[in-house]
């Protein structure tokens, strides 16, 4: 009995020797793996910074707007962000590389599925930042537009451009994450029928005057053609 | 001689003053015996008329224009003999002789001014114009206002003012008086009876004067001169008659009449246009003027020319293009008269001998009969400094010895100095000289009449202009039945593209004159020629 | 070679045809048929009479007129086909147009026409408003004769104009434009000026072209450069000034149009500008600035009330370009009641000027947006400028002007610290 137990002991033990020294080398060549990616992802980081510094990249995305965004969700510089971003992903893709080389079952399945899920990911994440340029660009040229030519609620109506344009955004990362297809429609839909409706009662509360003037120019042109001439100013 | 009638379309006009051209007896001024001798000249150059100026007897103050006997010769250039031997011989080489009718004033010399002027009622009284005011004929201009101050001259002998349009020295005739006309008739026949062929009649828009007008062009003196027409025709046909009329070319036009007047007359207006148009490099001046050229009666023709023995008139053209052309032409002082500019064709062309051959090529394919000022033909020059206009009438420059070969006579006793500048002077410009190369002047001028000889598309043709956009090319299709000549000009100094719509010629080939070299045949699409600067063209365009 | 490429191969042929020329007078259309002709046929009396001798040329450059534009342009050359002798012409002028690509242009435009001056190789060129009605033949010889015989490189107009005309020239871009680069120039921004054949041939050689100021405000563009390249420039007294029609009314463009090439000029130009401190006087020829004074009635109220819903809407965008203190100033007087208490200050107006121009040069947000933002705030400044001069003479108006002047000229280095330091 005592030798069963012995024998089961030493016998389980030397399985467990065996199977960590089995192991251990897999360890080994996961923390080597992982220790690798994060000096190839550093290195890749390194030189793609010092690459969209060259291009000046940061003054791309001022251009357009990005920084400003960016600097308002308190995130560094975009050429900080999309260094930071690859040098993640690359480490990130090692560090699953490395656990697959551990052979735990079902892990390599995870791994195959995060590697196909990547791109995606990544187109996603640019059409989100992409969405939130444009609707922080759109939005602001709203805004004065409306200012400049005199418009009732410019801020509504800059807002309204924002939560489409963001609406639209989201509705676009969802579709190509691949989540929930159809309740996002649903969710798209209410959404939009919620802005619909604010917007057709903000028009209705704040657009009196402007229908007013409406009204006015089209059944007392001479009126207003009085008003306009008194201020034909040219500015040059 | 060929007996055309319309000899004069077909001529090449050579005009020369007797006195300027060859001296054989030594006494300084040229005499008919010279011009005889040089008529193998002329005849070589390839002229067939000489326009003679005026070798009357005269006191000689307005270069023979004061003619003091109409029916003789000055002393100084021969004798009646030498003018008929001179005349035998220029017809022997088929050189027709235009002589001077200066129908509207005589020298106060005149016998008949004389006469005139010995009383109020000497028969001869009434020849003149005689008046006891200077008020009558107000307003009407003053033709030498560097001279001039009023067309009436006060008579100390008679007591009574004359009339005259030009110096005070030249009265004008009475066409009004019958005996006046029959006696000029009787002039015209004693020259045509020696054989001369044509008449240049000068100063012929002031014969006659009436009350209130510009005594100008007045229908009196169409009338005077229509009858002198009708006469010359009925008792000697084939003669010629060419009017000096500085007139706009409307005004001018009736001097044909309906081909009962004059045969021919000088276009005074385009000779400034075509200097303007040059110098503009830009053809405008030019086809504008020829636009607004009357067409003329089928037996009539213009006289064209580029300078002569007169100053480079500008009394027609407007106020614009006459401080423009003094501007560009004489800028020196010395260089004007009256309203114009004393100046010969080389110097007014910088002595550029591409522009030279431009206008002489000009001057040869426009339509009309050109007349070539003696001397220009080997582009002598002027000297400002001689008075009046004796600028232009230096003696002709025959080679680089004595006196230019003009005159055995010493230097000091020519009737006027000779050229001496290294650049215009008798040794650097002279006959001999150019005779030697093929690439002279007058070489070159030899070619281009002979050129223009070649066909009576030019004396004879009509003219259509082609307008291509490049303004600086002036290109003009002279037609005659079926032949047709192309001209094209470049008036600029810098080389040029032009195309040219030569549609209504499709399908003909473009022969050069001068090399006689074939050019593309004309198609559908614009005809493009490229012009080195001042170069022109003539085509004939051939069916084959 | 870039300047070839605008020209089509139709124009060309009639460069060709025109040849050398002295002098060119260039016209951008776009639909002017009512009023070209009156304008193509001055200028046509213009060179006849002041300059009759010279070689003449007059270009158009049309951004694809649907009207008789171009017929009405080509309807004033003189040639020998189209025959009429009481013009007593010398010579032949062309009068030539040409259709430049991508739609109606002022840059394209101008770039035709100085492209067309440098093959023609014209030593003056002068550009001419289709639209200026009060043109007479007299402008054609005081735009040119400054270049052609003046040794001028520029010519600038000065125009007889109502003390309230041209409100965004007197408040911004004048002032401004002296400021920046030390040259008074009355109308950096003119619908008439004059240049040389070098001045164009520098110009056209820039790589300006490319860029937004190369298509609208190309006119300023050739101002600042005419003053940046060490030119010699001149201004001309023409008469009165044209009223152009209600395009050139909108603000936004017209702001585009002038601060935004006087903005986007300070860019490459930094070293040049930043080290100007003071202004020269520009020669002039035939007489000053004139201010004419009848009564106009402005509805002033439209300005205030878009100056000030302008203020509080536009907080978050201005809130990226200007400074705290500036903000928090522009916030307090537009709350104050207007016409009494209101005033837009020489000081504060000059500070939100160069606030604007630093923070477009840093790209804080869209430049476009920038000059946009500016607009508003601008409306509220002509107010002012309109209540204080209601019952000025012409010379205290001008005086005026010349205090902002030189007001902006004092507080410029403010704008030399905002522009390399962070915001």
Redesign the interface.
């Known amino acids: 009995m005592r030798e069963i137990i012995v024998h089961e002991l030493t016998q389980a033990t030397q399985e467990l020797v065996r199977e960590f020294a089995r192991f251990l080398p897999r360890l080994m060549v996961m923390l080597i793996v992982v220790l690798v990616g994060w000096m190839i992802a550093f290195l890749v980081k390194a030189i793609l910074r010092s690459f969209l510094r060259l291009i000046k990249f940061d003054?791309l995305s001022?251009?357009?707007?990005a920084s400003?965004l960016l600097s308002k969700a308190a995130l560094p510089s975009s050429t900080e962000l999309v260094s930071r971003f690859a040098f993640w992903t690359a480490w990130l893709g090692f560090i699953l590389v490395g656990v697959s080389a551990l052979g735990i079952l079902g892990m390599q399945e995870y791994v195959t599925r995060f590697f196909v899920f990547l791109p995606r990911l990544l187109v996603a994440l640019i059409f989100l930042f992409i969405g939130l340029l444009a609707a922080s660009?759109f939005s602001?040229?709203a805004?004065?537009?409306?200012?400049?030519t005199?418009m009732p609620s410019?801020?509504l109506l800059s807002s309204a451009a924002r939560v489409l344009i963001t609406v639209f955004t989201a509705s676009a990362v969802f579709e190509e994450l691949g989540l929930a297809d159809s309740t996002m429609l649903f969710a798209f839909a209410i959404v939009m029928g919620a802005v619909m409706l604010g917007l057709a009662i903000a028009f209705g509360l704040g657009g009196q005057d402007l229908a007013k003037r409406f009204l006015e120019a089209r059944f007392a042109p001479e009126k207003k053609e009085g008003?306009e001439?008194?201020?034909?100013?040219?500015?040059? | 001689m060929p007996q055309d009638q319309l000899w004069y379309k077909d001529a090449i006009i050579y005009q020369v003053h007797v006195r300027t051209f060859y001296d054989t007896n030594a006494d300084g001024i040229g005499d008919f015996g010279g011009l005889a001798q040089k008529l193998d000249y002329l005849q070589e150059l390839g002229v067939n008329a000489i326009w003679l100026m005026p070798f009357f007897p005269s006191p000689l103050r307005d270069d023979g224009y004061d003619i003091a006997e109409y029916t003789s010769v000055h002393a100084s250039y021969g004798n009646l003999d030498d003018f008929k031997t001179f005349l035998k011989a220029a017809h022997e080489r088929g050189i027709r002789v235009i002589v001077e009718l200066v129908l509207n004033h005589t020298s106060d010399q005149h016998p008949w001014f004389q006469e005139s002027r010995k009383s109020r009622d000497n028969p001869k009284r009434g020849w003149y114009v005689w008046s006891d005011t200077d008020t009558r004929y107000q307003g009407v201009r003053i033709i030498f206002v560097d001279t001039e101050l009023s067309n009436w001259a006060w008579d100390p002998v008679s007591k009574e003012y004359y009339w005259h349009r030009f110096f005070s020295h030249q009265p004008d005739l009475n066409y009004d008086n019958p005996a006046v006309r029959e006696e000029m008739w009787n002039v015209v026949k004693f020259w045509v009876e020696l054989g001369v062929d044509g008449f240049r009649l000068d100063a012929v828009p002031y014969l006659v004067e009436r009350e209130g007008t510009s005594c100008e062009n007045l229908p009196e003196t169409h009338a005077v001169l229509k009858e002198l027409r009708a006469k010359l025709d009925q008792h000697y046909p084939g003669k010629m008659l060419l009017a000096e009329a500085n007139q706009w070319p409307a005004d001018l036009r009736a001097y044909f009449g309906d081909g009962d007047e004059f045969h021919m007359a000088f276009h005074f207006p385009l000779m400034p246009r075509m200097f303007?148009g040059l110098k503009?490099?830009?053809?405008?001046?030019i086809?504008?003027i020829l636009?607004?050229t009357p067409s003329i009666p089928p037996p009539c023709q213009w006289c064209l020319f580029l300078r002569n023995h007169d100053e480079l008139t500008l009394e027609m053209v407007?106020d614009?293009?006459r401080d423009?052309m003094y501007d560009q032409y004489a800028r020196d002082k010395h260089m004007r008269i009256n309203v114009g500019i004393r100046r010969r064709l080389a110097p007014l062309l910088d002595n550029d001998r591409r522009r030279i051959e431009l206008m002489n090529g000009l001057l040869l394919s426009l339509p009309g009969t050109p007349i070539i000022y003696y001397g220009d033909e080997i582009g002598m020059g002027d000297n400002i400094y001689l008075g009046d206009r004796n600028g232009v009438r230096t003696p002709m420059q025959w080679d680089g010895g004595w006196n230019g070969g003009f005159s055995a006579a010493d230097p000091e006793s020519l009737y006027s100095p000779l050229m001496l500048n290294p650049v215009y002077g008798f040794q650097a410009v002279n006959v001999q000289s150019q005779k030697r190369f093929d690439h002279s002047l007058l070489s070159w001028m030899k070619r281009i009449i002979k050129v223009r000889k070649s066909t009576p598309v030019f004396g004879r043709g009509s003219i259509e202009?082609l307008?291509?956009?490049?303004?600086?090319i002036l290109a003009y299709v002279r037609q005659l039945d079926k032949e047709s000549i192309l001209v094209v000009n470049n008036l600029?100094s810098?080389a040029?593209?032009v195309e040219l719509d030569l549609r209504q010629f499709k399908g003909k080939i473009l022969i050069e004159m001068f090399g006689r070299n074939i050019f593309p045949r004309v198609g559908e699409l614009p005809y493009l020629l490229t012009l080195g600067p001042y170069q022109f063209y003539w085509f004939r365009l051939r069916k084959i | 070679m870039a300047e070839e490429s605008i020209l089509t191969d139709e124009f060309l042929?009639?460069l060709?045809?025109v040849?050398?020329a002295d002098v060119l007078v260039g016209v951008p259309t776009y639909n002017n048929a009512a009023t070209v002709g009156h304008v193509v046929q001055t200028i046509r009396a213009g060179l006849l009479k002041y300059f009759?001798?010279e070689?003449a040329v007059i270009v158009n450059a049309d951004g694809g007129s649907r009207d008789e534009t171009a017929n009405l342009v080509r309807g004033a050359s003189?040639?020998?086909?189209q025959?009429s002798?009481d013009l007593?012409?010398?010579?032949?002028l062309?009068s030539i147009s040409a259709e430049y690509a991508g739609g109606p242009a002022t840059g394209t435009a101008l770039r035709t026409i100085l492209a067309s001056a440098e093959l023609l190789r014209v030593s003056a060129c002068a550009v001419v408003s289709p639209e200026s009605t009060t043109i007479g033949p007299e402008w054609i010889e005081r735009l040119l004769r400054p270049v052609y015989q003046g040794n001028f490189d520029f010519v600038t107009p000065l125009y007889r104009r109502h003390k309230?005309?041209?409100?965004?020239?007197r408040n911004l871009?004048y002032p401004m434009t002296r400021a920046f680069y030390g040259r008074r120039v009355r109308e950096p921004?003119a619908s008439e000026f004059s240049f040389s054949g070098s001045l164009a041939s520098h110009f056209l050689a820039q790589d300006i072209w490319v860029h937004e100021v190369g298509h609208t405000g190309t006119e300023i563009a050739l101002t600042m450069s005419a003053i940046t390249g060490g030119f010699r420039l001149a201004q001309s007294f023409l008469g009165v000034k044209p009223?152009?029609d209600?395009r050139?009314?909108d603000?936004?463009a017209?702001?585009r149009q002038?601060v935004g090439a006087l903005f986007w000029s300070l860019e490459p130009n930094f070293s040049l500008w930043s080290s100007i401190r003071d202004s020269q006087p520009v020669p002039t020829v035939g007489g000053e600035q004139e201010v004419t004074l009848e009564p106009l009635?402005?509805?002033r109220k439209?300005l205030f009330?878009?100056f000030r819903?302008?203020v509080a809407?536009?907080e978050p965008?201005l809130k990226?370009i200007l400074s705290p203190p500036t903000l928090a100033e522009l916030q307090r007087i537009a709350t104050l009641a207007e016409e009494d208490d209101f005033c837009y200050g020489d000081e504060l107006w000059a500070r939100t000027v160069y606030e604007f121009a630093a923070s477009y040069h840093?790209?804080?947000?869209?430049?476009d947006?920038i000059i946009?933002?500016l607009?508003?705030l601008y409306r509220g400044r002509?107010f002012t400028f309109l209540v204080e001069n209601r019952e000025a003479s012409g010379e205290q108006v001008e005086q005026n002007v010349e205090n902002f002047c030189l007001t902006c000229e004092r507080l410029k280095a403010s704008l030399l610290e905002l522009w390399n330091g962070k915001k």
């Open positions: 003054k001022e251009g357009a707007g400003q660009f602001r040229a805004l004065l537009w409306a200012v400049n005199d410019p801020r008003k001439r008194e201020d034909e100013l040219s500015p040059l | 303007m503009l490099e830009d053809r405008k001046p086809t504008e636009k607004q407007t614009v293009e423009y202009f307008y291509p956009a490049n303004h600086r600029s810098t040029q593209a | 042929r009639q060709i045809d040849g050398e009759p001798r070689r003189i040639n020998d086909l025959h002798t007593n012409a010398l010579r032949t062309h309230f005309d041209g409100l965004l020239m871009v921004y009223h152009l209600a050139s009314a603000l936004v017209a702001m002038t009635r402005v509805n439209r009330d878009m819903s302008g809407e536009l965008v990226s840093k790209a804080v947000i869209s430049r947006h946009q933002a607009a508003p002509a």
